[in-house]
């Protein structure tokens, strides 16, 4: 399906505050929905289906998708692209809308608003999430310690899951083409045996000011020499895991 002459037929012109880029790449579509392992059936949350593209492929591959939209301007192009194919959609803001249950969500998620969302999103009850992501932020998620990518974000998204990179998207599959290079993250949830608030507050402390050492950055508190970490050593020399075990300790000596 060639989209320029549908958004042309209808008179509809990408929106920037929108940040609208859509998907027209048949071969990236096809690598989103194996990606997700899209089986008949599945529960699919898309946030920003936009033209409809995405929407179309994974209705096509059997999810039953629902989808949360911001842009009620662009439902005669959504429509005509989706034909008579199942899908349900919720116009509004997807960070504040209610999001419908689903058992994955796939999404091409506008760049502007990645962080907010992820926040939202990592706290659902997702089996998975694959998300198309701005590549800077891809490299952020997937960063290890000691490398300049890694940071308080690369550590919420690791708190609640398993991060994996799907594929690589060349500017080029997008009408009309980004500025930057983009990627798909392949996201799994799971559980971590430490207290999620003071992790992340921990987290957030060690980070403040990333040049101090963990023992300036944490105000020397016991916690350190509870975890059994050393305070010369600086936040992004940290692992998850020590994090962790900072965290557990924070908790029990604070």
């Known amino acids: 399906m060639k989209l320029g002459p549908i958004l042309r037929a209808h008179g509809f012109s990408p929106k920037k ?4 880029h859509f998907l027209v790449e048949d071969r990236i579509l096809a690598a989103i929905v194996q990606a997700a392992a899209i089986r008949p059936g599945d529960r699919v949350l898309e946030i920003g289906p936009g033209a409809g593209t995405l929407t179309r492929a994974l209705a096509e591959a059997g999810a039953r998708v629902h989808a949360v939209e911001i842009d009620r301007t ?9 034909g008579d194919l199942p899908y349900e959609i919720t116009w509004g803001d997807a960070l504040r809308v209610p999001l419908p249950s689903a058992d994955k969500v796939v999404a091409n998620l506008p760049y ?3 962080a907010p969302l992820l926040e939202r999103l990592l706290t659902q009850p997702f089996q998975q999430l694959v998300l198309m992501v701005q590549r800077e932020v891809a490299e952020r998620m997937l960063a290890q310690p000691g490398t300049r990518s890694y940071g308080a974000f690369t550590l919420f998204v690791r708190y609640h899951a398993r ?6 998207v060349p500017r080029g599959a997008f009408l009309p083409p980004p500025l930057v290079a983009s990627a798909v993250v392949r996201l799994t949830p799971e559980s971590r045996p430490y207290p999620r608030e003071a992790f992340l507050e921990v987290v957030r402390l060690a980070f403040r000011q990333r040049r101090k050492t963990i023992a300036n950055a944490l105000g020397r508190h016991p916690a350190l020499e509870v975890a059994g970490v050393d305070g010369s050593r600086r936040a992004e020399t940290l692992s ?15």
């Open 163 to 168: 991060a994996e990179l799907a594929l690589a």
């Open 74 to 82: 662009i439902e005669p192009v959504l429509r005509e692209v989706m």
């Open 112 to 114: 502007e608003i990645t």
């Open 240 to 254: 998850l895991d020590e994090f962790g075990a900072l965290a557990l300790a924070w908790t029990f000596v604070d």
């Open 17 to 20: 505050r929108y940040g609208q």
